[in-house]
């Protein structure tokens, strides 16, 4: 878990392309051979209203190619995840900072809407939802916010890498509009962690641009939390 609190070093990962070549092979709509064509076996893996009416056309997933179908379902993923973990330290309510209790509350929310949105898209096609084992981090307050630190910065280096991969414009318009909400959970949190903080990794934002990661990088790293549970 050091790996996960002290920062992800996503661009490190996979360096022989093995992972890579497996997620590039993803076209599925099943959760296991989703998961399993990602590289990572039997694991499960891993952003109101009127947002769920960002993709009017394309209630039916069978509009949507089947690579966007695996970009929204690893999006999927990496949502049912962020959302079952803030669900999670809602409601244990071992939170006491009013600024982080706040923090928790709304992106639960936003999260569990994410969920709800990219299902809506999905349809039958959408991937199961996995299990989870957060290992005591949503129970102590500041193992939460390093965590929620981890994950917001992780989701957004996961859509910005995707940007790239989208052939449909109403996908891409669906995952722009919740790109910008990860990254401003993603300063929230920081400068609730750090308030006030000066270095790179205090800053909410440490520099004028960004970079995004591969699906295989991201998959890789999720599963290496250890947060999936078998299925």
Do not use: C
């Not at 070549?21 to 076209?27: G, I, M």
């Not at 898209?121 to 965590?147: C, I, N, R």
């Not at 981890?150 to 280096?157: D, F, I, M, Q, Y």
């Amino acid at each position: 878990m050091s790996e996960l609190h002290g920062g992800l070093p996503l661009s490190k990962i996979d360096k022989d392309g093995a992972v890579a070549e497996a997620a590039a092979k993803v076209a599925t709509d099943t959760r296991s051979g989703f998961l399993r064509k990602a590289g990572i076996g039997g694991v499960a893996v891993i952003g109101g209203t009127a947002f769920l009416g960002a993709l009017p056309a394309l209630a039916d997933a069978a509009a949507i190619p089947a690579s966007d179908i695996a970009i929204l379902n690893f999006a999927l993923t990496l949502e049912y995840l962020e959302s079952a973990f803030y669900a999670e330290a809602v409601a244990g309510g071992a939170l006491s900072d009013p600024d982080t209790v706040r923090f928790a509350s709304v992106v639960s929310q936003h999260e569990a809407d994410h969920v709800a949105f990219l299902k809506s898209v999905l349809g039958s096609k959408a991937v199961a939802t996995p299990t989870f084992d957060f290992q005591g981090t949503t129970a102590d307050e500041g193992m939460f916010q390093a965590t929620a630190d981890a994950l917001e910065n992780t989701g957004v280096h996961a859509y910005l890498g995707q940007v790239p991969n989208i052939k449909t414009p109403a996908v891409l318009l669906g995952a722009g509009r919740i790109l910008p909400i990860e990254a401003r959970h993603a300063a929230w949190i920081r400068d609730i962690r750090f308030a006030g903080g000066t270095t790179v990794e205090q800053t909410p934002a440490p520099g004028a641009f960004e970079d995004g990661f591969t699906m295989a990088a991201i998959l890789a790293t999720v599963k290496a939390t250890g947060f999936i549970t078998p299925a």
